[in-house]
């Protein structure tokens, strides 16, 4: 019995020393977001455009009587030209700081276990394309690296303020 009760605490410690990520793809790069703030995972969802919107804003969805607006990831970090872009892509809905945000990404992966002590910073070149603040830090996977975002600081807070004028303004139309 003692020598169970040692295997179920050693294991507590490995799920405790690791942290699960939902992997996704945007182009040929793999990303990481934290499971904990992730709502779900949606496809085939109809998206209203918004009028004067930034470019990388795609519009906003209703999700069970709640408009939350989608962001383009691959256009907001810039990483994939306009011709590249996947026609059928996935959402991730995320609680950032208290506001939920939908998130379009060319794929989703699955969920990854990483050792909390594999997570290291960015170095400056592998951020090189992005900017350095979206970026919480890499770890290796396979033959990859893996990229994990702050989703925290991928807006601005000016662009916040927008997001949350659109959605007052929405929400009116819809009244």
Known sequence: MKERFEQTEKEAVEVTSNQQLIGFVIGNELFGVDILTVQEIIRDTTITAIPDAPEFMEGVINLRGRI??????????????????????W?????????????MVDRVTKVLNVPKQSIKPAPDIVVAGLKSQYIQGVCKMDQHLLILLNFSRILLVEEIKKLKSMKRSKMKMNG
């Not at 256009?75 to 590249?84: A, I």
């Open 91 to 103: 959402i991730i809905i995320l609680t950032v700081e208290d506001r939920i945000t939908g998130f």
């Open 68 to 89: 939350v607006p989608v962001i383009d990831l691959r256009k907001r970090l810039k990483l994939v030209e306009p011709e590249q872009i996947n026609t059928d892509p």
